[in-house]
């Protein structure tokens, strides 16, 4: 089975501040997350509109990630991906930084 590589590398992009395991899947998995689902979030939902969008939420209201040292709950996720919203806004624009 071969893995589609998406065309962005919101992955290898520079951390803010000290990153870990949690933060780099979190980034991999917004890297493979369609376009066009991407343009529909809304920064104004609810944690539990954004949750019930994602689709990938647990009953217990983090983000079901593999191999991550801690949980991501809604603001660390909508945090996460609206940073790489920007970043897609960013390539799309033909700008690297």
């Known amino acids: 089975m071969t893995v589609d590589q998406p065309v962005w590398n919101f992955e290898q992009e520079p951390y803010p501040d000290r990153s ?3 933060d780099i899947n979190l980034r991999a998995y917004l890297d493979r997350m369609d376009d066009r689902k991407m343009q529909e ?3 104004q939902w ?4 954004l949750m019930e969008w994602d689709g990938n939420f647990k009953n217990d209201g983090s983000l079901m990630l ?9 603001g660390d996720y909508s ?5 790489c919203i920007r970043y897609r806004q960013r390539i799309r624009d033909g700008r690297l930084k």
């Open 41 to 43: 979030y809304r920064p």
């Open 66 to 74: 593999i191999c991550s040292e801690r949980e991501v709950k809604a």
């Open 46 to 49: 609810t944690a539990e509109q």
């Open 20 to 22: 870990d395991e949690t």
């Open 79 to 83: 945090e996460a991906l609206e940073d």
